[in-house]
């Protein structure tokens, strides 16, 4: 369904008002809102109903189990989303910046893989590993890319084959997270996904502590991850770069 436009944050109550954009990304436009006299961040898009649906109440369960994410706010009349928008809390906090601050990282990524082991995946989307056999899913289109390209990226995937999956933040980079003394927030949940959990712990300083062999394979299936979500940028041709040759 196509965003209808901001006039929709009218939904979240007569004082709903945008303050100021964020940054977003190219897929969403999003904004620092308020709602009910409090800070919020709201994000329009024009992802699907059940794809907004499963990332909603991805983000409520992380909640309950601790989780320190941002927090779907409803609609007057009780909806997680409307017509393209979800609005939801405003986290604060500062980025990783030391070994120490991404060990924290790699810490809570193990927890929300943990708590995810059998999640449905998110509708309309595949796993790396599902890429083996099928050439699209969500933002991926294997056709639009480059044989070779393709072939080297497969066999990156195919090193991930028969492992356990769970729901991966999919984009846990320092701009994602927000830190205080006392919890580690991830934000950002437009990229997440159930995947092979390795995927999300190619992290600075190998703060995740992978052995070498993981860690390559990790590395490998996740630069080809990036390189097929955004083909064909300068920066998925980077990332491509870094998948070896077969």
């Not at 052995?211 to 064909?232: I, L, N, R, T």
Request: hydrophobic residues 40%.
């Amino acid at each position: 369904m196509s965003p209808v436009g901001w006039e929709v944050l009218e939904q979240w109550g007569d004082g709903a008002a945008r303050i100021e954009p964020l940054a977003g990304g190219v897929a969403n436009d999003v904004w620092r809102v308020r709602v009910n006299g409090q800070l919020a961040v709201g994000r329009l898009g024009s992802r699907s109903d059940a794809d907004l649906a499963w990332e909603t109440e991805l983000l409520r369960y992380l909640d309950r189990e601790g989780l320190t994410v941002p927090v779907p706010i409803p609609t007057t009349d009780g909806r997680l989303f409307a017509d393209g928008l979800v609005v939801m809390t405003h986290v604060q906090g500062r980025g990783p910046e030391t070994e120490d601050d991404w060990r924290r990282v790699a810490d809570t990524l193990r927890r929300l893989h943990e708590l995810t082991k059998g999640w449905p995946q998110r509708p309309g989307w595949r796993s790396s590993t599902d890429l083996l056999h099928a050439d699209s899913g969500t933002k991926i289109d294997l056709s639009a890319m480059p044989p070779e390209g393709v072939a080297r990226c497969r066999a990156a995937w195919a090193r991930l084959a028969g492992r356990r999956t769970c729901v991966v933040h999919g984009d846990p980079n320092g701009g994602n997270v927000l830190m205080t003394a006392n919890r580690v927030a991830l934000i950002d949940w437009d990229e997440s996904r159930v995947d092979v959990p390795d995927l999300d712990l190619v992290l600075p300083h190998n703060a995740a502590d992978l052995e070498d062999g993981a860690h390559d394979v990790a590395a490998q299936a996740s630069a080809a991850w990036e390189a097929a979500v955004c083909w064909d940028d300068n920066h998925a041709v980077e990332r491509l770069a870094e998948v070896r040759s077969i």
